[in-house]
């Protein structure tokens, strides 16, 4: 999502997010596991514009763990490539 777009979405009269802020907002909405995957342009703004920056630094922590979580599970995912590879290859001897 690009600031126009979040910006589009605020209220009239809704405080711009510094450049700073919008990097957080951006963060969050990418990555935290309760913003929905459709709706969430719509959700973030609401969040923002309803309960400030306040809302989007308390589920900041959560969606750092969230995206740590979804590298580990890549990372599983192509080990397990890996693993079934060789095991298919150790069959074919």
């Known amino acids: 999502m690009t600031d126009t777009e979040f910006l589009n979405r605020l209220p009239e009269?809704?405080?711009a997010p510094t450049e700073k802020e919008f990097e957080a907002i951006q963060f969050v909405y990418n990555y935290h596991p309760s913003i929905h995957p459709v709706e969430g342009k719509n959700?973030?703004?609401?969040?923002?514009?309803?309960f400030g920056m306040r809302i989007i630094a308390d589920m900041y922590e959560t969606t750092k763990r969230a995206q740590e979580i979804d590298e580990e599970r890549r990372k599983l995912r192509l080990r397990l490539q890996e693993l079934e590879r060789e095991a298919e290859e150790l069959a074919m001897i």
Do not use: D, F, K, V
Not at 43 to 50: E, F, G, N, P
């Open 43 to 50: 959700q973030i703004a609401m969040l923002y514009s309803t």
């Open 13 to 15: 009269g809704t405080r």
